[in-house]
DNA sequence: GTATGTGCAAAGACTTTGCTTTGGA
DNA sequence: TCCAAAGCAAAGTCTTTGCACATAC
């Protein structure tokens, strides 16, 4: 039994064949996938999945806290990654103009700013969103 | 003629009493309203303004720069602001998760910050998001 | 006069939900 | 056994769009 399985029958949930095959998909996903993305990779493990059922699992996942759920500009559906460790939590994400794709990055330095800055301004941290779009440097040739 | 309806005249959009209104009430707003109170508002000003007209006219601001478009978490709709200067742009927002308010803020070391990162990453920097969710401190009674 | 803009209602995209059946513990 | 969970399809929410009429320039 995978970690986030264990952590979901701890949860009281029952572990159905689709609810396996979901959380396999988001195991074995790196990269921030929409729920018809779950839902298309998960189909392909077990044909019975449906996306009710994807948006209901990442749903009860989102509250428990086992995933995170992102909205990133330029697309409308909601993307997830799996959320174990509270450590895993202060990462943030450089997402490519150009490609689409999702990087993540830390930064110690940015926590502490954010910290700060909420403090000055007199208000307790709750969460806090922060998100690069940008595309790969291109080599310039030179003159 | 108002700054924003200038701009709008010199981009080529022909300037109809809903327009005004619009504009106006993105003017005269600080909060950061979603359509629907920016159909609201507009409505008391002119009761011709169509919702979909409000959706179209937000459309073109945003496509011309003249407003910024956001998605605060737990909030299914879109907010907006006037953009008018580009100076203004490198503000961010800390949203109150009990009453809703969205305050500004604007942090030096945080743009500096953002570029560290993206410059460190290869990548070029395109835009960026930064929100704060949080709540005023609460006076601690001393023990 | 002519292209642009508008209202209305229908359609779209994404997500949620009611109901009946299925199945895990 | 019994209640949670699933599928399906309908409904909900926010947003966009086609079309006929209106209007700014």
Request: glycine share 6%; proline share 1%.
């Amino acid at each position: 039994m995978t970690e986030l399985e264990k952590k979901c029958v701890d949860a009281g949930l029952k572990m159905t064949d689709q609810r396996r095959a979901i959380l396999r998909v988001l195991e074995d996903s790196d990269d921030h996938p929409t729920v018809e993305t779950v839902y298309n990779r998960a189909g392909a493990i077990d044909s019975s999945v449906s996306i009710a059922t994807v948006y209901r699992t990442l749903g009860l996942l989102d509250e428990l806290g086992l995933v995170l759920k992102h909205d990133f500009g330029n697309s409308s559906s909601a993307r997830f990654e799996v959320h174990l460790d509270d450590d895993h939590h202060h990462h943030h994400h450089l997402v490519d103009t150009e490609s689409g794709d999702v990087l993540e990055f830390e930064s110690e330095e940015l926590e502490a700013l954010v910290h700060k800055i909420c403090d000055e301004m007199g208000y307790e941290l709750v969460d806090h969103v922060f998100e690069i779009y940008g595309h790969k440097k291109k080599i310039k040739k030179s003159a």
